[in-house]
């Protein structure tokens, strides 16, 4: 039987995507369960009127009763080992209880170990007799904020893409576009690729930033090995951090460097530009003060 509720479950509701698309929903009205891991993440997403749903997409159990009476769901996953687990066990329960429409936050990259565990969720879905949009964007303009360190004390952005060049998105574009699909109609059966409106290099980025920030910004690439040194010394499991290096190789050689328009044929608003993102996160990335 199929759902009829209007309640629309969203998962990594406490990550990026997730809160903006949490906020965007409700600001639209819509009755939202936002599932999470920790409560204490989650009280700005219970100020904008969400239901808070604590669970574990690693843990079946709490799946099922996340699943109660909803229509909808945005489903986003972690890019760890256990992705297809996830996929497959999120997939498995919503085909028992209510079999609510699902919108896919899925991923547009090169081979990578990410992508693999990604590509098997979507075969998944495909074939599980659940209606479902997948949404596939490329890397996040959001990303380089893991840079901001060292842009605001050197100026200097190190990165393992070399030359290559991809079409980069603001995660606010994904936000709108899957509020858009989960919002209208005509959407079930179709997979989107996301994009920015340009394809650019790491060279582009620092000179938008020198551009933007009003002081000297480079690009320094660096070889795999130290982006995931560098990236475990942040925190980030060793698993990932080989999988974000592999997406870096793919985009070295251009794997992403074309355009859609998709953004714009979701949300009837092309899609934002780096250099407009650069602008909206100037004060993150240490802009120059004008002198009084």
Same mark, same amino acid.
């Given at each position: 039987m199929?759902?009829s509720?209007?309640?629309?479950?969203?998962?990594?509701?406490?990550?990026?995507?997730?809160?903006?698309?949490?906020?965007?929903?409700?600001?639209?009205?819509?009755?939202?369960?936002?599932?999470?891991?920790?409560?204490s993440?989650? /009280?700005?997403?219970?100020?904008?009127?969400?239901e808070?749903?604590?669970?574990?997409?690693?843990?079946?159990?709490? #799946?099922?009763?996340?699943? /109660?009476?909803?229509?909808?769901?945005?489903?986003?996953?972690?890019?760890?080992?256990?992705q297809?687990?996830?996929?497959h066990?999120?997939?498995?329960?919503?085909?028992?209880?209510?079999?609510?429409?699902?919108?896919?936050? $899925?991923?547009?990259g090169?081979?990578?170990?990410?992508?693999?565990?990604?590509? *098997?969720?979507?075969?998944?879905?495909?074939?599980?007799?659940?209606?479902?949009?997948?949404?596939?964007?490329?890397?996040?303009? *959001?990303?380089?904020?893991?840079?901001?360190?060292?842009?605001?004390?050197?100026?200097i952005?190190?990165?393992?893409?070399?030359?290559?060049?991809?079409?980069?998105i603001?995660?606010?574009? #994904?936000?709108?576009?899957?509020?858009?699909?989960?919002?209208? #109609?005509?959407? /079930?059966?179709k $997979?989107? #690729?996301?994009?920015?409106?340009?394809?650019?290099?790491?060279?582009?980025?620092?000179?938008?930033? &020198?551009?933007?920030?009003?002081?000297?910004?480079?690009?320094?690439?660096?070889?795999?090995?130290?982006?995931?040194?560098?990236?475990?010394?942040?925190?980030?499991?060793?698993?990932?951090?080989?999988?974000?290096?592999?997406?870096?190789?793919?985009?070295?050689?251009?794997?992403?460097?074309q355009?859609t328009?998709?953004?714009?044929?979701? &949300?009837?608003?092309?899609?934002?530009?780096?250099? *407009?993102?650069?602008?909206?996160?100037?004060?993150?990335?240490?802009?120059?003060?004008?002198?009084a």
């Amino acid at each position: 039987m199929m759902a009829s509720s209007d309640k629309i479950l969203v998962t990594g509701a406490a990550g990026t995507t997730g809160s903006g698309l949490v906020f965007a929903l409700r600001k639209a009205g819509v009755d939202v369960r936002a599932f999470v891991h920790n409560e204490s993440k989650a /009280e700005r997403l219970k100020e904008a009127g969400a239901e808070i749903f604590i669970g574990d997409l690693d843990k079946p159990e709490t #799946i099922e009763p996340a699943l /109660e009476g909803i229509g909808k769901a945005y489903f986003l996953t972690w890019n760890g080992p256990s992705q297809a687990q996830q996929g497959h066990d999120f997939i498995e329960v919503a085909r028992r209880v209510g079999k609510p429409y699902i919108v896919r936050h $899925s991923m547009w990259g090169a081979d990578s170990r990410i992508i693999r565990q990604g590509d *098997q969720v979507e075969e998944e879905l495909k074939a599980s007799g659940l209606p479902w949009t997948i949404l596939k964007p490329t890397f996040f303009m *959001q990303n380089t904020l893991m840079a901001k360190g060292t842009i605001a004390s050197d100026g200097i952005i190190y990165w393992d893409m070399g030359d290559g060049k991809l079409a980069m998105i603001d995660t606010r574009d #994904i936000v709108d576009a899957a509020a858009a699909v989960l919002t209208g #109609i005509g959407n /079930e059966g179709k $997979s989107y #690729i996301l994009t920015g409106p340009e394809a650019i290099s790491m060279h582009d980025v620092a000179r938008i930033f &020198t551009k933007v920030l009003g002081k000297d910004v480079q690009y320094v690439s660096v070889p795999g090995d130290a982006a995931v040194e560098s990236m475990t010394s942040m925190g980030f499991p060793e698993w990932i951090a080989r999988g974000y290096a592999e997406l870096s190789e793919g985009f070295s050689r251009g794997f992403a460097s074309q355009t859609t328009d998709n953004v714009e044929k979701l &949300t009837n608003h092309p899609a934002r530009s780096f250099e *407009q993102f650069a602008r909206d996160f100037s004060e993150a990335f240490g802009k120059a003060r004008k002198a009084a």
